[in-house]
């Protein structure tokens, strides 16, 4: 038997800082009674305002099996659920399969959405990743790993070549192998932010060449909880403006003066 309410509430965090948190999701965090997080990439100041009473969950050592048996046997107890991810929580956070096993079990789930690292570090660096007629497309996109691989269609090296906004994560492993891919079609010089814990106190954000971007990596020993950000957008004194705004641009609230 379904309620109209949902049982359990899957938030996306943001990428660390508790002030990055929407709305929406902080309300409900503080009227949780239980909160299943992801230890590892959520920061226990995410959970400051917490209810005292409520009961905090670990999950970074958990298999998705456990999980939802704790999730499921929390809501038959009549128990309010929030399960944290990191970031925006539609992206790399294997929510999918939660979901799915919880829906056979007639629970129901909302999502609330969070700030994603990669606009929290474009904010950070004060750029904006669609330039008119430089850059109007941005790819949020991995390298193959052990744990997920790529579509044969979406093989770094074939995104490379729309030179659009192209945001990488989950890819300091392979910095080296990376930049070899996106040097086919990336010129050496574009830059790349390279962001390691963003908005967390011990971030780290450098803009480099392409060219340098496995050997500032690896200078900086980074290793995870790193996102680059390779883009024309991120080059100085580009001379160009939107016409969104530009005087002899009219539009539904800016009509054209009449000469009378």
């Not at 669609?130 to 074939?158: F, W």
């Not at 994560?169 to 963003?198: G, M, N």
């Not at 403006?241 to 609230?253: A, G, I, Q, V």
Request: charged letters at 25%; a positive charge.
């Amino acid at each position: 038997m379904t309620s109209s309410k949902p049982s359990v509430y899957f938030i996306g965090a943001g990428p660390g800082d508790p002030d990055l948190l929407t709305l929406k999701a902080y309300k409900v965090i503080t009227k949780a009674n239980v909160i299943l997080y992801a230890d590892s990439l959520v920061p226990k100041q995410i959970l400051k305002d917490a209810r005292e009473d409520a009961e905090l969950i670990p999950t970074g050592n958990k298999t998705l099996e456990s999980i939802v048996k704790l999730i499921k046997d929390r809501v038959m107890s009549g128990h309010s659920v929030v399960r944290l991810h990191s970031g925006d929580l539609t992206l790399y956070s294997a929510i999918y399969e939660q979901i799915t096993l919880l829906s056979k079990e007639n629970i129901q789930v909302e999502l609330i959405p969070g700030i994603s690292a990669f606009q929290a570090a474009a904010a950070k660096i004060s750029a904006e990743l669609t330039i008119p007629q430089l850059v109007q497309t941005i790819i949020l996109t991995r390298v193959d790993g052990v744990a997920s691989q790529m579509p044969s269609s979406e093989k770094l090296d074939k995104l490379a070549a729309h030179q659009s906004s192209l945001c990488l994560y989950l890819a300091a492993r392979h910095a080296e192998k990376s930049q070899i891919e996106l040097l086919k079609h990336y010129p050496s010089d574009t830059p790349v932010a390279i962001c390691f814990r963003v908005s967390w106190p011990d971030e780290v954000i450098k803009i480099v060449p392409l060219e340098k971007m496995a050997e500032v990596t690896q200078k900086e020993k980074l290793v995870r909880t790193t996102l680059y950000i390779i883009s024309p957008a991120l080059k100085k004194n580009i001379d160009t403006r939107s016409k969104l705004y530009h005087p002899d641009y009219n539009h539904l609230f800016r009509p054209e003066k009449k000469n009378i």
